[in-house]
């Protein structure tokens, strides 16, 4: 007898159906076609305007004949070499790009197949760096509440998603982590300065529980994203944090792996602050969403500490520094150069910015429209001044969906905006070179689809 994994349908074989795997094995997922420009065509015809680009990855939209060639060529000319073993030319090209974009401290690199094993590759380095200079002790990463930084067992211990946690807590490192800043529900009513101050210094709290002699980084997204749905760090935050970990020896890991870049109206969003890490994690639109990739951007002074030590990086993966990966992701950051992508991206945010937040207005639902450049998030609260969320089993961001997707709109959704568990929020991240009237486009069938789910609630 046959058996069906999953709801695809694949190609018969021998009486038997082939199925890839997906996340919800009850879901009839759409079937998309083919993209062009910032839209997306599915099996029945039905165009979709992408507000989520991808996930945050289509930076350029799905029509970029200069990447497709830049990889093409490469393909052709030489796919792979074994990165322990080889380099070539477009290894060393794609390093320059990515130096062109990342803070002067920043200039070596190393280059993976996606965020979580860029985050992962981030953690191993940050605890060689410390052994090489004869600080084995520090071990232990701290993380913040609310983050996610990936889908491996190391990048899920030191994030603070606990609906993504609880099936593999016995199999996750048990580090510390320490509350996030949101404005929004931080409970202060004005000055969000002192606010930014008081929750860098958890950190402080943290170390010294945790025996600063153990600590070997802290990791945290430099904006809150797809779980928080862009929350904001108050403006003395991050500084304090930097601060802070310099006073105990312990490297900041900034995770920009939603937001590198461009997305935020700068390259990375730390440029807002100028603050440099020591390690920076980038992947998804690095590379304009055509090829998995993920990078590991490493100060100058942690990559010295290998050199003068053992000399080597005992870290490595079969694709890393691909050839391919590395041709497109160099074609991708030199259009971004070229077409001022980051300028671009903060005057479309601030349109679509500008055109969302009349719904605090006109609905009932929306708490907090919230974000920078091209990366925005609307919460949902059934009480908006209590600030209180619906209850998970309102499936409120998954209905906000489907009713998207119905109007030609795809959103990316979020749950357990509050505490991991409960609340809900869509994340609006469209490819970065949107037009002002595509905003708008964006802003009108979103507010259609909330009307549409507060009829569904009996939400007056």
């Avoid at 390690?279 to 050199?307: N, Q």
């Avoid at 990316?412 to 070179?433: A, E, K, M, Q, S």
Wanted: proline share 5%.
């Amino acid at each position: 007898m046959s058996s069906v994994i999953g709801s695809a349908q694949g190609r018969h074989l021998a009486g038997r159906v082939a199925t890839m795997l997906q996340p919800d094995l009850r879901k009839d997922y759409p079937r998309l076609l083919r993209g062009e420009g910032v839209e997306v065509i599915d099996s029945s015809g039905h165009r979709l305007l992408d507000a989520a680009a991808g996930v945050g990855v289509l930076a350029l939209g799905y029509s970029v004949p200069e990447i497709v060639d830049a990889m093409s060529a490469q393909a052709y000319r030489l796919p792979y070499v074994h990165a322990m073993q080889f380099t070539t030319d477009v290894v060393t090209e794609f390093a320059a790009e990515l130096a062109s974009v990342c803070p002067n401290e920043i200039s070596d690199f190393f280059v993976c197949c996606g965020g979580s094993e860029a985050m992962e590759s981030a953690l191993k380095i940050a605890r060689q760096y410390h052994v090489e200079r004869g600080q084995g002790t520090r071990y232990q990463f701290i993380g913040r509440w609310q983050s996610f930084h990936g889908n491996t067992l190391a990048t899920q211990a030191v994030g603070g998603h606990l609906a993504r946690r609880r099936r593999h807590l016995p199999l996750l490192l048990p580090f510390p982590h320490i509350e996030p800043p949101n404005c929004y529900r931080c409970g202060s009513m004005e000055n969000h300065a002192d606010c930014g101050i008081r929750f860098a210094e958890y950190l402080r709290v943290a170390i010294e529980r945790a025996g600063p002699e153990s600590v070997a980084g802290f990791v945290m997204e430099t904006i809150g994203g797809s779980t928080m749905g862009a929350v904001v760090p108050p403006d003395n935050y991050l500084r304090r944090v930097r601060e802070i970990c310099d006073e105990y020896g312990v490297l900041l890991i900034l995770d920009e792996v939603f937001t590198a870049i461009g997305r935020s109206g700068t390259n990375l969003a730390l440029d807002h602050w100028n603050v440099v890490p020591d390690l920076v994690v980038m992947g998804k639109g690095v590379a304009a969403g055509f090829v998995p990739i993920g990078v590991v951007g490493i100060r100058e002074g942690v990559a010295r500490a290998f050199e003068q030590g053992s000399g080597l990086l005992e870290h490595n993966f079969t694709f890393a520094s691909d050839p391919i990966v590395c041709a497109a992701g160099a074609a991708a950051i030199r259009l971004m150069a070229e077409r001022d992508i980051a300028s671009h991206a903060r005057q479309a945010g601030s349109w679509l910015r500008d055109a969302l937040v009349p719904l605090m207005d006109t609905s009932d639902i929306v708490g907090d429209v919230r974000g920078k450049g091209l990366l925005i998030g609307i919460e949902f609260v059934q009480d908006r001044d209590s600030k209180t969320p619906f209850p998970a089993e309102a499936r409120l961001s998954r209905r906000l969906t489907e009713k998207a997707y119905e109007n030609g709109l795809i959103v990316y959704p979020g749950t357990g905006t509050v505490d991991g568990l409960i609340g809900d929020h869509v994340t609006l991240c469209p490819p970065l070179i949107i037009t002002e009237e595509q905003t708008a486009e964006i802003a009108s069938r979103l507010a259609d689809s909330i009307r549409a789910v507060e009829a569904d609630l009996g939400v007056s």
